[in-house]
């Protein structure tokens, strides 16, 4: 494949990730503060953001698995995992992580389980996509081409 | 000692030209994502930033003691903006401003709020205790380009400053200020970047500006 072609593919596939509703403008910004004095920015956070999650979602399900759960702790990982997805911009899991805070609220055991579930899937499945997408950003850098990053503007 | 009504326009000139100073902002926040977030959008807008992960440990840097002491050595000369979330476990954001409000050196120096929930009585409780703003996260570099603005600006000849603040015009203060010499503060209505041309008039003229 060259360059060309590869950026094509990378503007396809950030456009439907978009608009299937993995991602959101804020991952737009975490691009545009992409420059040559910080050129892994991306990369960076992206992993950031995917050691935290799994750590908070550890957390979870260990919380969860309680005989007395403990609803305050529950919110507070809750909190901080949509605060990080909605900081990057993964929409799915930021909106699956609000349901999850109403339950908690509600002090609703079952319901908070069966949110970790919808958590944990979106979550893996953005993960998933984020790492398609970098790898194609890697494949194009290597190959001596820039992210088109302004074709995303739709 | 009052240098004039602001002086010639080409010591303004002068002085915007030589605003090469880096305004050191602390950033607190206990996400580390949102941490490597802002203060990537600080470094972008020519900021030095230092972060601190919660309340206490901001207070700490601040040479500020829990309870409010001021320490000798300190960072105060150093930090010409605070901004912190709302919701941090142990001291929240608006308790960290109190404390920063509380101190006798440090509660000139603009502290703003971010936080993820638009409540407002939230936004309300943060203004009346000080906060020069409350901001939405996720920050985008635009919200940060307005920060840039509650900086001072360094009229070195002179020893103006200027700063602009969200919220109700108050009025002209006179007096000495660290680290100025001396020092001017004028407040307007939020806005974007005065340009050069309206500084000087401002400065001359600070009771018109208020009215725009």
Known sequence: MDVGQMQRTWVEYTKSLFREGFLDAQFTQLQLLQDESNPDFVVEVVSLFFEDSERLLNDLARALDQQIVDFKRVDAHVHQLKGSSSSIGAQ???????????FCEEQNSEACLKCLHQVQQEYYLVKNKLETLIRLEQQIVAAGGSIPIEELSF | ???????????????????GDQPHVLAVDDNLIDRKLVEKLLKNSSCKVTTAENGLKALEYLGLGVDGRNKLDTNVSKVNLIITDYCMPGMTGYELLKKIKESSIMKEVPVVIMSYENIPTRITKCLEEGAQMFMLKPLKQSDVKKLRAFVGFKLSTQ????????????DCKVGLQWPYVLCRTITFHMRDTLAQHELQPAIANPTKALCR
């Open chain 2, 159 to 170: 020893g103006y400053r200027i700063q602009k603040f969200c919220g109700k015009p108050t």
């Open chain 1, 92 to 102: 799915r899991v930021k909106n699956a992580c609000i349901a999850f805070r109403n």
């Open chain 2, 1 to 19: 000692m009052e240098g004039g009504n602001g002086g010639s326009c080409s010591s303004m000139e002068k002085v915007m030209g030589n605003y």
